[in-house]
T-cell receptor, first 112, second 111 residues
Framework: EAGVAQSPRYKIIEKRQSVAFWCNPISGHATLYWYQQILGQGPKLLIQFQNNGVVDDSQLPKDRFSAERLKGVDSTLKIQPAKLEDSAVYLC??????????FGPGTRLLVL | QKEVEQNSGPLSVPEGAIASLNCTYS??????FFWYRQYSGKSPELIMS????GDKEDGRFTAQLNKASQYVSLLIRDSQPSDSATYLC???????????FGKGNQVVVIP
C-alpha cells in the first residue's frame, strides 16, 4: 500500500512570495488533513477535508492560506504572501476511521 | 486550556534505564489516545495507541491511560540510543475525527 505522498520536500522562498504544496493521500481515505509544525512545537491542524468538503478550517489563516481538495483526492495548500513565521514543516495526513492516521513525509518551508 | 499538554522539558536517560513521559488532555469525552515518535527531520510515527483505562504493553513500550484523571503516560524500558527522539502525545477529541497534539517531549538516551 502506497503511503501519503507530498511534494515538494523542501522549499525556500523570500517573504511576500507565494508557495504551493501538494498532497496525495492513501487511496480510499476520505479524510485529509494539513498540519503545520513549527520547530519545537507539536503539529497544529490547519484544515480538515472530508472527501472534497471542508470539515474544519478554524485554525487556517485565511488572509494568506488557502487549500482545496478537488475530486476528493489530491489536495493543494497555498500560502500567498508568505511571512517569516510561516517557516515550518507542513504535514499532510489521511485517515479512513477514527483510530488510524497516516502521515506523509512533510514539506519543509523556509521563508527568508 | 490546551487540548493536550506535555509540560516536561527534555529528558536525558542513561542507556538501559526507563524513560517516563506524561500527558494530560482537556476533553473528558476523548476515547482514543496515541503516542508518536518523531526523529529530527522526519514525520511522526505511531508507536502506541490506547483506548481503555489501564496499561498496554508493546515490546519495550507501555502506555498507561487514566480517564478519570485525564492522564496518559508512556514508559520506555531498557532505553536505547535509537529511542532518542521527540515523543508526541495525541488525542482524538470526541466531536471531531482529527488528532490534537501536545508540544512533544525530547528524549535523549546517553550511551
Amino acid at each position: 500500500e502506497a503511503g501519503v505522498a507530498q511534494s515538494p520536500r523542501y522549499k525556500i522562498i523570500e517573504k511576500r512570495q507565494s508557495v504551493a504544496f501538494w498532497c496525495n493521500p492513501i487511496s480510499g481515505h476520505a479524510t485529509l488533513y494539513w498540519y503545520q509544525q513549527i520547530l519545537g512545537q507539536g503539529p497544529k491542524l490547519l484544515i480538515q477535508f472530508q472527501n472534497n468538503g471542508v470539515v474544519d478550517d478554524s485554525q487556517l489563516p485565511k488572509d494568506r492560506f488557502s487549500a482545496e481538495r478537488l475530486k476528493g483526492v489530491d489536495s493543494t495548500l497555498k500560502i500567498q504572501p508568505a511571512k517569516l513565521e510561516d517557516s515550518a514543516v507542513y504535514l499532510c495526513a489521511s485517515s479512513f476511521d477514527r483510530n488510524h492516521w497516516y502521515f506523509g513525509p512533510g514539506t519543509r518551508l523556509l521563508v527568508l | 486550556q490546551k487540548e493536550v499538554e506535555q509540560n516536561s522539558g527534555p529528558l536525558s536517560v542513561p542507556e538501559g534505564a526507563i524513560a517516563s513521559l506524561n500527558c494530560t488532555y482537556s476533553d473528558r469525552g476523548s476515547q482514543s489516545f496515541f503516542w508518536y515518535r518523531q526523529y529530527s527531520g522526519k514525520s511522526p510515527e505511531l508507536i502506541m495507541s490506547i483506548y481503555s483505562n489501564g496499561d498496554k504493553e508493546d515490546g519495550r513500550f507501555t502506555a498507561q491511560l487514566n480517564k478519570a484523571s485525564q492522564y496518559v503516560s508512556l514508559l520506555i524500558r531498557d532505553s536505547q540510543p535509537s529511542d532518542s527522539a521527540t515523543y508526541l502525545c495525541a488525542v482524538n477529541p470526541p466531536a471531531y475525527n482529527r488528532l490534537a497534539f501536545g508540544k512533544g517531549n525530547q528524549v535523549v538516551v546517553i550511551p
